[in-house]
């Protein structure tokens, strides 16, 4: 390496260059696999349309990730070592667009939701960073926390079945619903005296749904969960950062030595398939699923933010605002390619981020390769087919922990909040998490209000958002600190 040469633009040799990379996408790919999995499921789609979504992020992660990590043109790539991969902090509104909308239609609805936010952040990145003031660590925090605490009843759900439809805890009694077809039927017959049965009557579910918590499933959901924490705690170095895929891998292995888990669809795909944009038809663009995702991407943004800035630290190459501009426009980028190619909103990861600090290489080409490996393993639909073949108890051990992480980076960051002698920041996380819970725990809240605002309110996470920023400001004004933001990363990374 020549004296001139910063170490983030040190091109190594290239079987390191490989090896390093694919260390990366093996920390990140448990968390870039889980959001397709989540949303394909949402919308009901079936194994194959799950499977190409997992192929499609795949895909749009590494084409996002070059183009972040090497640069294209001036406008696009911060040039640092950056991972990009789906944000979860856009998983609550897609469900919830998802269970409004299901089928393709609604995968639809989400892509031109997406791709209109896109448009969106493109054109506001440069203005991000002076908007820093309303998004110090206390606003930051306490969303994130809403975030994690959001995605954990995903994961409870992945581990003993979905609340409703064929896994719900309860069904309609066999005896009952024939009862009811009986009399039905009687009251239809000409002549009969008995009343006609009144318009949408139906059947309280009252008997135990057998599919529902079977305890193999929370054993072995446990088996994987035992089994992160045991390689978190006794795994040295990168087997430590691969826990949650390794976890995965183990539930799967044991499943499939159970005959719980099917290859016949994995068999079936082909070992290559180009990733083709708008799969589903053309993107079916709302206002306001646009405007919520607006929401979305500028908190997704402040977050990219104070990781462009940590890792300008970790590397010992000053962030310049030209250049932050260039790495929050590649936010709007990416999302704009994720929504034309079947897929959802990017963001730099913060494992990635942290991998950088563990393994002490700064060559942003690390990430370039990455990106590289991530477009084969898009192009290869068994890997898709695989994934989407894992039965959900398997990743709902794995769940808890990715997304109980989420909510204690939240945690970690708030606990270098002020609170002793700012006791009004009490009022700001207390208020917020609140209102992020209302949806939580009254779904229906929303049932008398406007039916156009419902997608704007529907999620924890942007009712919190806008809770934190207002009472933020309300409280303690909106001062701008740099600094704050930049360690608030740091934390999040550790």
């Known amino acids: 390496m020549s004296n001139s040469t910063h170490p983030v633009d040190e091109v190594l040799p290239a079987p390191r260059l490989a090896a390093l990379g694919i260390q990366h996408v093996l920390v990140m790919y448990a968390g870039a696999i889980a959001v397709p999995l989540i949303i394909g499921r949402a919308l009901k789609l ?38 990009m991969g789906v944000t979860f902090a856009a998983v609550g509104p897609m469900v919830a667009m998802a269970n409004a909308n299901q089928g393709p239609d609604g995968a639809r609805m989400i892509f031109g939701a997406i791709i209109g936010a896109g448009i969106v952040a493109l054109l506001i990145a440069p203005l991000v960073s002076r908007m820093l003031r309303f998004f110090p660590p206390v606003v930051t925090g ?31 009694s066999p005896e009952h619903a024939e009862w009811l077809k009986t009399v039905t039927e009687m009251a239809a017959a000409t002549g009969s005296t008995i009343p006609p049965l009144p318009e949408k009557l139906g059947l309280a579910a009252s008997v135990s749904n057998p599919a529902y918590a079977p305890l193999t499933n929370i054993g072995i959901s ?48 082909g070992w290559f398939e180009l990733v083709t944009p708008l799969r589903f038809g053309m993107p079916i663009f709302e206002p306001i699923l646009i405007i919520t995702m607006v929401l979305v991407m500028i908190v997704v943004m402040i977050e990219s933010t104070g990781m462009f800035l940590a890792l300008g630290d970790m590397t010992g190459k000053k ?41 002490g290489v700064k060559s ?42 989420v909510a204690a980076t939240g945690i970690r960051i708030l606990a270098n909040v002020d609170f002793k002698t700012n006791r009004n920041n009490l009022f700001v996380v207390a208020v917020s998490i609140g209102f992020g819970m209302i949806p939580l725990v009254a779904p229906d809240f929303k049932m008398w209000m406007p039916h156009n605002l419902h997608p704007l ?29 930049r360690e608030a990363a740091m934390a999040s990374e550790a």
Not at 222 to 232: G, H, N, R
Not at 457 to 485: D, H, M, P, R
């Open 457 to 485: 309110i529907e999620s924890g996470i942007l009712l919190a958002s806008v809770s934190a920023v207002v009472l933020n400001a309300f409280f303690n004004g909106t001062k701008e600190n740099e600094a704050e933001v």
């Open 222 to 269: 446990a088996v994987v969960l035992v089994s992160i924490l045991a390689i978190a705690r006794f795994g040295k170095g990168f087997v430590a950062n691969i826990a949650v895929l390794l976890g995965i891998v183990i539930g799967g292995v044991l499943t499939a030595s159970l005959g719980m888990m099917h290859f016949d669809k994995v068999a079936s795909a």
């Open 46 to 83: 079936d194994p194959e349309q799950v499977a190409f979504l997992i192929s499609a992020d795949l895909f749009v992660c590494g084409v996002v990730t070059i183009i972040q990590s090497f640069g294209a043109t001036q406008w696009f790539g911060i040039k640092l070592p950056v991972m």
């Open 319 to 359: 962030v310049t605002q030209p250049m932050l501009s260039a790495g929050l426009r590649t936010d709007g980028l990416g999302t704009i390619i994720g929504g034309l190619f079947n897929t959802f909103p990017y963001t730099s990861f913060s494992q990635n981020v942290g991998l950088v600090g563990v393994t």
């Open 142 to 172: 306490t969303i994130i926390v809403v975030i994690g605490a959001s995605l954990m009843r995903i994961g409870i759900n992945w581990i003993f079945g979905n609340p409703f439809g064929p896994t719900a805890p309860k069904l309609v």
């Open 364 to 405: 942003r080409f690390v990430c370039v390769a990455g990106g590289v490996i991530l477009i084969i393993l898009g192009l290869v639909p068994k890997m898709g087919a695989l994934v989407e073949a894992l039965p959900t108890f398997v990743l709902g051990g794995a769940g808890l922990v990715m997304f109980g992480m």
